[in-house]
């Protein structure tokens, strides 16, 4: 398959390969299944009418509208019925978000505990509509109109979120720092295809993100399946592990969708308490910790790149003990590049086994006068991929060499008690002495999410026909 031919498939829904940037407003509803026969109806009356965006449909022009779905293990199960078979997915997506050890592993403890989530502690939803438009508006009643009793479905929560900048200074989050520059490119598409030599280490293999295709390894990750008796039409190859069962999991990929409350007063205040008598500017100090300039230009000393194409570096070559991009900032701890192992190949390749393709969008509630991130991504395994970043990367206190400090930006901290030391702290690597920032505050705070399956096309087809 051709490179163009790739990213136009039309199996493939639209937002694992578009970020809909021409359409800057975004409504997010979580639904319950209450009408089994009608649900079906309505995903049904959704294909034939191609109301769901997939990936042949292009970026999309102003004044036009996207829809995409997913679903919690939950909703596949109450639409398969006999056909759902939990064990051929993965462990995480069928066990769901608040599991106590679950909890643990991504920081979902202290003020992030599901307790004090707005929504989904219960994880009481079984699928995600999502609208975009030109307009709040038009998000909100593209959603009222989908999301309604005729269709056998009841909205739970409905969050709403939007893009954030503009072209000429790039997507920005609620902190103010450029966002989204650096993305996993996928291998087989037209980008990577132009993508500069020096590039490749953001290149991974689609199965890294699109099931049905080889991971890094080489190898087909496993794919959710079906009886053949739930796909009597016959939308559905042969599952490639189990061939008397159907791939559900062909084209599809796992959604994780986390709103992320963003404390940009807490985050200053803090930044200015910090800078007071020091070398750097709250500006410089809060750039050590995002781990980029405010504008999204690379900290590296010498970075081959420019303000247009920042991001052709490795922290190898010219920053290996983080003198310029601190060891512990965000960005590095979320994509250590190839850094961490005896040599830059081992490195890169361990890093890119644990990339996670973004989709998210800021929002604000001037109700409750919050601001922050709907976190989306997509990957081929939660497990591996999103859990991997925030647990063993994020949230791991003793990081590459550190101690007792999990990632100043999104990193759940934790207060001195019960015999335990506090985790709340940020070293600066620099001569002739570190500095060391102490009773750094969570900054960003759990409001709610979940974990969902977008099927591709096909598997849309066989869900809603299943007997």
Same mark, same amino acid.
């Given at each position: 398959?051709? $490179?163009?031919?790739?990213?136009?498939?039309?199996?493939?829904?639209g937002?694992?390969f578009?970020?809909?940037?021409n359409?800057? *407003?975004?409504?997010?509803?979580?639904f319950?299944?209450?009408d089994?026969t009608?649900?079906?109806?309505?995903?049904?009356?959704?294909l034939?009418?191609?109301?769901i965006?997939?990936?042949?449909?292009g970026?999309?022009?102003?004044?036009?509208?996207?829809l995409?779905?997913?679903f919690?293990?939950?909703?596949?199960e109450?639409?398969?019925?006999?056909?759902w078979?939990p064990?051929?997915?993965?462990?995480?997506?069928?066990e769901?978000?608040v599991?106590a050890?679950?909890?643990?592993?991504?920081?979902?403890?202290?003020?992030?505990?599901?307790? *004090?989530?707005?929504w989904?502690?219960?994880q009481?939803f079984?699928?995600?509509?999502?609208?975009?438009?030109?307009s709040?508006?038009?998000?909100e #009643?593209?959603?009222?109109?989908?999301?309604?009793s005729?269709?056998?479905?009841?909205?739970? #929560?409905t969050?709403?979120?939007h893009?954030?900048?503009?072209?000429?200074?790039?997507?920005?989050?609620?902190?103010?720092?450029?966002?989204?520059?650096?993305?996993?490119?996928?291998?087989?598409?037209?980008?990577?295809?132009?993508?500069? /030599?020096e590039a490749?280490l953001?290149g991974?293999?689609?199965?890294e993100?699109?099931?049905?295709?080889?991971?890094?390894?080489?190898?087909l990750?496993?794919?959710p399946?079906?009886?053949?008796?739930?796909d009597?039409?016959?939308?559905l190859?042969? *599952?490639?592990e189990?061939?008397e069962?159907?791939?559900l999991?062909?084209?599809? $990929?796992?959604l994780?969708?986390?709103q992320?409350?963003?404390?940009?007063?807490?985050?200053?205040?803090y930044?200015? %308490?910090?800078?007071?008598?020091? #070398?750097?500017?709250?500006?410089?100090?809060? %750039?050590?910790?995002?781990?980029?300039?405010?504008?999204?230009?690379?900290?590296?000393k010498?970075?081959?790149?420019?303000?247009?194409?920042?991001?052709?570096?490795?922290?190898?070559?010219?920053?290996?003990?983080?003198?310029?991009?601190?060891?512990?900032?965000?960005?590095?701890?979320?994509?250590?590049?190839?850094t961490?192992s /005896?040599?830059?190949e081992?490195?890169?390749?361990v890093?890119?086994? *644990?990339?996670?393709?973004?989709?998210?969008?800021v929002?604000?509630?001037?109700?409750?006068?919050?601001?922050?991130?709907?976190?989306i991504?997509f990957?081929? $395994?939660?497990a591996? #991929?999103?859990?991997?970043?925030?647990?063993s990367?994020?949230?791991?206190?003793?990081?590459?060499?550190l101690?007792?400090e999990?990632d100043?930006i999104?990193?759940?901290?934790?207060?001195?008690?019960n015999?335990?030391?506090?985790v709340?702290?940020?070293t600066?690597p620099?001569?002739?002495?570190r500095?060391?920032l102490?009773?750094i505050?969570?900054?960003v705070t759990?409001?709610?999410?979940?974990?969902?399956?977008?099927?591709?096309?096909?598997a849309?087809?066989?869900?809603?026909t299943?007997?």
């Amino acid at each position: 398959m051709g $490179s163009e031919e790739f990213t136009r498939h039309p199996d493939i829904q639209g937002l694992l390969f578009r970020g809909y940037a021409n359409l800057y *407003h975004a409504g997010y509803g979580f639904f319950r299944i209450v009408d089994r026969t009608a649900c079906k109806s309505w995903l049904t009356g959704l294909l034939d009418s191609e109301r769901i965006s997939t990936a042949k449909d292009g970026p999309p022009e102003l004044g036009t509208q996207r829809l995409n779905i997913a679903f919690a293990a939950s909703g596949l199960e109450a639409l398969l019925g006999a056909g759902w078979i939990p064990d051929s997915y993965e462990p995480p997506f069928v066990e769901g978000m608040v599991t106590a050890h679950r909890c643990r592993l991504l920081g979902d403890v202290e003020d992030n505990d599901p307790e *004090h989530w707005r929504w989904g502690k219960e994880q009481d939803f079984d699928g995600l509509f999502m609208a975009f438009g030109n307009s709040g508006d038009e998000a909100e #009643q593209l959603l009222a109109d989908h999301l309604c009793s005729d269709n056998g479905v009841a909205r739970v #929560q409905t969050v709403y979120g939007h893009l954030n900048g503009h072209e000429k200074n790039g997507e920005r989050e609620a902190f103010g720092f450029r966002d989204g520059i650096s993305q996993p490119i996928i291998e087989g598409t037209s980008r990577y295809r132009d993508l500069p /030599k020096e590039a490749a280490l953001h290149g991974v293999p689609a199965g890294e993100m699109i099931l049905g295709y080889p991971d890094g390894t080489g190898k087909l990750p496993r794919t959710p399946a079906v009886s053949a008796a739930s796909d009597p039409r016959g939308w559905l190859k042969p *599952h490639w592990e189990w061939p008397e069962r159907r791939d559900l999991g062909m084209n599809g $990929s796992y959604l994780v969708f986390r709103q992320l409350a963003q404390d940009t007063e807490g985050f200053w205040r803090y930044l200015n %308490e910090a800078a007071a008598g020091g #070398q750097e500017t709250p500006l410089e100090l809060a %750039e050590k910790m995002v781990g980029r300039q405010k504008d999204g230009t690379s900290m590296e000393k010498y970075p081959k790149s420019d303000k247009e194409n920042n991001n052709l570096f490795n922290f190898a070559k010219d920053d290996a003990q983080g003198k310029f991009c601190p060891i512990g900032s965000h960005i590095r701890r979320s994509n250590p590049r190839a850094t961490g192992s /005896k040599t830059e190949e081992a490195s890169l390749k361990v890093t890119l086994r *644990h990339r996670i393709l973004r989709r998210g969008r800021v929002y604000e509630d001037a109700e409750l006068g919050e601001v922050g991130l709907q976190f989306i991504c997509f990957n081929a $395994s939660i497990a591996r #991929q999103f859990e991997f970043i925030q647990g063993s990367w994020c949230n791991n206190q003793f990081f590459d060499g550190l101690q007792r400090e999990v990632d100043p930006i999104i990193g759940t901290v934790r207060k001195p008690g019960n015999g335990l030391d506090a985790v709340d702290r940020f070293t600066i690597p620099r001569d002739p002495y570190r500095r060391r920032l102490d009773g750094i505050p969570t900054f960003v705070t759990m409001k709610g999410g979940g974990y969902f399956f977008m099927p591709g096309m096909a598997a849309l087809r066989c869900i809603a026909t299943a007997p």
